[in-house]
């Protein structure tokens, strides 16, 4: 195969430096949490830590997708967004190192990450929780009559828990501005869909509400790129919300904790060999002549110095100041005691 | 200048005047447009303001709660309503888990000013719609907790709630709405939402109390005056941040504390203000601190069963007595 215009993939109008830009992100995720999880083992990340690994595509194609001004709130699986809006690789390692640099000062961790100058108003770690204020990002939008998408990650299990269907209700009744983008990984935790929930695909959850939904496969980031578009025009153009279901995987345990009893390690073999988003793109930019091999390893370098970089620096950095400690419990004053 | 108006006209004039000022305050709950409020108090906003800024809800107290975090956190100021205070329990973890969670977790980056308003109070309801559950929000810090009862203090904290930038979980109290009472003129006329006042001064006991145990210790202080006891009576005003100080103070002078509270008594308000007092002024008490409190059972229905859990101006002032050690011996005999 050959590529037809030169610097794209056939029936693909991203130019060649998206794609490329792609790629570094998912590179990017990918190495950042492989170092997070030694760091973790090394004793300077504790808690819980969620890795986003095999996931890379959905958060890269759905971030690319958006406007800079569209509304994001995570679930607690947030590092793949956050580094994908652009955030500083070294204030997310800092933050999960619980250092004062971090993007939220070491008071969030791993499931709280948050950059406000990038309406990416937190992650979530209540399973659903977000998926209310996602609908009042979408609500103020309206409101204000703002060109702006609310949207929402979450993961298969939140979709059987009432906040979702709250969400979900108010955000058709209201026609709101609301992109549901459900990462369905097949786990919740070590629980199976199909032990959890009586439908077995997701979106198909939304007709309840004439939520106009559909799937998508999570491992192919153009795929995702490019639906995550139609569903924000579509709900930029005052059509209310829309619910994207991406099929994805996690490679790695849900937290660092996790036994993996539920699961064979020939499924998880099965999606790394066969359906790893990053090797997919990489040969598909390789095959169509979109780039080279010197290209890409430029890249995968640059990554992994960055990452080596994001390590020095959390590790180099204070702890926070414990004098800040009761500091942003409320924003107005207090004077009785 | 000031006029003589009811707690319900208050609140009414807080929320007129502060959507008339601020085009970003709206409101959202169950039954507020065309069924005019289940207590009232926003009849007629639906014609005023048109379905935008008042908003109908579906029953769903959680997303209403969550919506308005949302809404908070994307520009606007919602004023939500939950029914009543029952119905917060299925809201409770927008409430606690996120409302209060947001300005402290992500570094002070951005706030949910919210105001969450709800009512407490009985009437024949029964076990799940009698409750009183203060306490329970009462606990998180990042929530400010308001018991206005009195209706300048309705007015004035609804009205600096809305402007303020935190979320205020506002209580009211549903037999108190026609309560009348002074308020200034003014569309600026806003308090800040702490500190507990006192309202009687008295030299012998002092009695704290919010909401309906305001009007109880306030009859129970006349009553009492009449055999010659002065009650210091204090309208705790709010109960997050707690106002310990204007407590203490009053107690350095009287020696004596009883706390009224509707609520049940184990691990209820009246336990953390017997605690902080102690911890600050142990040595000026003369008497352990009394709470007149409900009795520990689901409210029943009947009406001479429910008249007998919750306090009454006779528990107070038996309350009163007895830290005076003037309560009479109880028969040695039945
Ligand atoms: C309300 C609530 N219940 C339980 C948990 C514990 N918990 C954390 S993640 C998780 C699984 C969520 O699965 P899913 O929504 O599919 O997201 P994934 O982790 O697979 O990305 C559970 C049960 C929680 N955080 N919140
Ligand atoms: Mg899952």
């Given amino acids: 195969m050959t590529s037809t215009v030169d610097g794209q993939l056939p029936g693909v109008a991203l130019p060649k430096s998206e794609l490329l830009e792609m790629y570094r992100l998912m590179v990017l995720i990918r190495r950042f949490e492989e170092v997070a999880a030694e760091q973790y083992a090394l004793g300077k990340i504790a808690g819980f830590l969620h890795l986003y690994i095999g996931e890379e595509a959905v958060a890269v194609g759905a971030i690319r997708a958006m406007d800079p001004e569209d509304h994001l709130v995570t679930h607690y699986r947030d590092h793949g967004y956050a580094l994908a809006l652009g955030l500083d690789p070294r204030r997310c390692m800092a933050e999960l190192f619980g250092k004062a640099t971090g993007l939220v000062g070491g008071r969030g961790g791993s499931m709280h990450f948050a950059d406000a100058s990038k309406h990416f108003w937190g992650g ?130 849900h937290s660092m904790a996790d036994p993996e009893t539920y699961r064979s390690k020939e499924e998880v073999e099965e999606w790394r060999r066969h359906r790893d988003p990053i090797t997919r793109l990489r040969e598909q930019l390789l095959t169509h002549n979109v780039a080279t091999i010197e290209e890409l390893a430029a890249l995968d370098r640059a990554v992994e110095e960055a990452v080596a970089e994001a390590v020095r620096f959390a590790d180099e950095s204070p702890d926070p100041d414990p004098a800040t400690l009761t500091q942003f419990v409320y924003a107005d004053p207090i004077t009785v005691s | 200048m000031a006029r003589e108006i009811t707690y319900r006209d208050a609140l009414r004039e807080a929320l ?8 970003r305050v709206f409101l959202m709950g169950e039954d507020i447009g065309a069924y005019g409020g289940s207590y009232a108090v926003t009849r007629g906003f639906l014609q005023e303001f048109g379905p935008e800024r008042v908003r109908d809800t579906p029953i769903a107290e959680l997303g209403i709660v969550g919506l308005g975090v949302g809404a908070a956190i994307g520009g606007l100021r919602p004023v939500v309503e939950l029914m009543t205070i ?33 009512v407490e109070g009985f009437g024949q309801l029964a076990a799940t719609h009698s409750q009183f559950f203060e306490n329970y929000f009462a606990y998180v810090p990042g929530l400010r907790v308001v018991a206005p009862a009195v209706p300048k203090d309705a007015k004035g904290f609804l009205k600096a709630a809305v402007r303020g930038n935190d979320p205020v979980i506002f209580i009211e109290h549903s037999l108190i709405y026609r ?40 009859g129970a202080a006349e009553e009492l005056a009449r055999a010659g006891i002065e009650c210091e009576v ?13 407590i203490v103070r009053s107690v350095q002078k009287t020696n004596r504390l009883v706390i009224v509270e509707e609520g049940w008594k184990s691990f209820g308000v009246g336990a953390e203000i017997a605690a902080a007092v102690q911890e600050r002024a142990l040595d000026y008490l003369d008497a352990p601190i009394l709470r007149v409190a409900s009795v520990e059972v689901p409210m029943p229905y009947a009406r001479n069963l429910e008249r007998l859990v919750v306090p009454n101006k006779d528990r107070v002032i038996e309350a009163v007595r007895e830290v005076l050690y003037q309560r009479l011996p109880a028969p040695l005999t039945r």
């Fill in chain 2, 16 to 23: 007129r005047e502060e959507m008339y000022r601020d085009e």
């Fill in chain 2, 86 to 118: 029952n119905f917060s329990l299925l809201a409770m973890d927008q409430i606690v888990n996120h409302l209060a969670k947001i300005y402290y977790m992500f570094n002070g980056q951005f706030t949910a000013p919210v105001v969450v308003r709800t």
């Fill in chain 2, 179 to 218: 309560n009348r009472g002074e308020v200034p003129d003014g569309e600026d006329f806003v308090l800040p939402l702490e500190g507990a006042e006192v309202r009687r001064e008295g030299q012998d006991v002092t009695i704290v109390s919010w909401l309906r145990g305001y009007y109880l210790a306030l």
């Fill in chain 1, 124 to 253: 979530y770690a209540i399973v659903a929780g977000l998926l209310p204020i996602a609908a009042g990002l979408g609500l103020a939008s309206k409101y204000l009559n703002q060109r702006r998408v609310a949207v929402a990650i979450f993961g298969d299990g939140a979709t059987n828990n009432g906040a979702f269907h709250e969400a979900l209700n108010f955000a058709a009744l209201w026609k709101l501005p609301v992109l549901f983008l459900c990462e369905n990984n097949q786990y919740g935790m070590g629980t199976a869909v199909q032990y959890a929930s009586a439908v077995r695909e997701m979106y198909r959850k939304a007709c309840a509400y004439d939520i106009p939904a559909e799937q998508v496969d999570g491992q192919d980031v153009i795929a995702v790129y490019e639906a995550t578009k139609r569903a924000l025009d579509h709900c930029r153009s005052g059509n209310g919300p829309y619910f994207l279901e991406a099929l994805t995987y996690r490679y790695r345990g």
């Fill in chain 2, 234 to 246: 204090i309208d705790l005003r709010v109960l997050r941040p707690l106002d310990v100080e204007t």
